[in-house]
């Protein structure tokens, strides 16, 4: 779907496990990111739930933003 | 989950949260302080999003989200597994606790309405007159589904979140639910208008 009117809309047709499930894997795939590892074909379904969920997307990069600070903050 | 071999710093809070008396006092405390840091830090990652009236509140809300971070990592210390660092783990319960409060707290004074004339203004792009008439049948063919397939809930909860930017945090604390349950029927709604899509002969347009 390119148009992003109809995607914002409709979201994704992919399997998505919605916020609770997406939500026991969000760590396991910041920190995934974070090493620069690429994101496992079981976290697929992550992926799809945090593009179609607002809110679930924000808390995902929330959480990348705060380990990523730590991280810097280890290295100083 | 399999469980993997944890590092140093997860085993020992672990250990500590898991043991008796003052050891795991003494490691709910500091998790405490820990979750308060990343709570305050969220919502000042957070600060532009909210009303100045809403700012007064927000260190109190901080207060309450660590604590109930730590409530709820207290009680699923048994599903925490390995696969990233404890702290990471931790964070994330901080973080919803902290990012669905000021969803809530921005939205505290906006009323959540329906308006089914929202499908005519949604902002387009500017297209070519002939896609634009494709792109009017296809909207009037999904705003059709939408009358005619969703429930009621249905209906107010998609064009809420789609169409009105709604939170689904707010929504979950209006109509006494959960961000998973209200996600739900968002997904189910959307599956609904895109078979109706596709039953209407827009099968080749959600795809491309």
Same mark, same amino acid.
């Given at each position: 779907m390119n148009d992003p009117r109809l995607a914002k809309l409709?979201?994704?047709?992919?399997?998505d496990p919605g916020c609770d499930h997406a939500g026991e894997l969000m760590d396991e795939y910041c920190e995934l990111v974070l090493r620069g590892e690429p994101v496992p074909e079981r976290l697929a379904e992550f992926v799809t739930h945090i593009a179609n969920c607002t809110a679930c997307r924000e808390d995902t990069e929330s959480l990348l933003a705060l380990i990523r600070d730590e991280e810097k903050t280890d290295e100083r | 989950m399999t469980a993997v071999a944890l590092d140093r710093e997860s085993a020992e809070w672990l250990r500590g949260l898991q043991a008796d008396g003052p050891e795991r006092e003494q490691a709910t405390e500091r998790l405490h302080a820990l979750l308060l840091r990343v709570t305050r830090g969220e919502a000042a990652r957070r600060?532009? @999003?909210?009303? $100045?009236? *809403?700012?007064?509140?927000v260190d109190d809300l901080c207060v309450q989200a660590a604590s109930d971070a730590l409530m709820a990592i207290l009680d699923k210390?048994? @599903?925490?597994? $390995?696969?990233?660092?404890f702290t990471t783990w931790a964070y994330k319960f901080a973080i919803y606790e902290t990012s669905s409060r000021l969803r809530r707290h921005a939205w505290r004074q906006q009323k959540v309405e329906m308006d089914d004339t929202i499908w005519d203004r949604l902002p387009d792009t500017a297209l070519p007159p002939l896609q634009r008439l494709e792109r009017d049948q296809l909207m009037a063919a999904l705003e059709r589904a939408i009358r005619e397939r969703l429930t009621e809930r249905q209906r107010m909860i998609f064009q809420s979140v789609t *169409?009105?930017?709604?939170p689904i945090d707010v929504l979950a604390e209006r109509l006494a639910s959960t961000r998973g349950a209200i996600y739900k029927t968002l997904h189910d709604a959307r599956r609904k208008l895109r078979q109706a899509l596709i039953e209407a002969g827009y099968g080749e347009e959600l795809t491309v």
């Amino acid at each position: 779907m390119n148009d992003p009117r109809l995607a914002k809309l409709l979201g994704s047709a992919d399997t998505d496990p919605g916020c609770d499930h997406a939500g026991e894997l969000m760590d396991e795939y910041c920190e995934l990111v974070l090493r620069g590892e690429p994101v496992p074909e079981r976290l697929a379904e992550f992926v799809t739930h945090i593009a179609n969920c607002t809110a679930c997307r924000e808390d995902t990069e929330s959480l990348l933003a705060l380990i990523r600070d730590e991280e810097k903050t280890d290295e100083r | 989950m399999t469980a993997v071999a944890l590092d140093r710093e997860s085993a020992e809070w672990l250990r500590g949260l898991q043991a008796d008396g003052p050891e795991r006092e003494q490691a709910t405390e500091r998790l405490h302080a820990l979750l308060l840091r990343v709570t305050r830090g969220e919502a000042a990652r957070r600060r532009s @999003t909210l009303p $100045g009236r *809403a700012l007064d509140d927000v260190d109190d809300l901080c207060v309450q989200a660590a604590s109930d971070a730590l409530m709820a990592i207290l009680d699923k210390l048994n @599903t925490y597994r $390995g696969a990233a660092r404890f702290t990471t783990w931790a964070y994330k319960f901080a973080i919803y606790e902290t990012s669905s409060r000021l969803r809530r707290h921005a939205w505290r004074q906006q009323k959540v309405e329906m308006d089914d004339t929202i499908w005519d203004r949604l902002p387009d792009t500017a297209l070519p007159p002939l896609q634009r008439l494709e792109r009017d049948q296809l909207m009037a063919a999904l705003e059709r589904a939408i009358r005619e397939r969703l429930t009621e809930r249905q209906r107010m909860i998609f064009q809420s979140v789609t *169409a009105n930017d709604v939170p689904i945090d707010v929504l979950a604390e209006r109509l006494a639910s959960t961000r998973g349950a209200i996600y739900k029927t968002l997904h189910d709604a959307r599956r609904k208008l895109r078979q109706a899509l596709i039953e209407a002969g827009y099968g080749e347009e959600l795809t491309v």
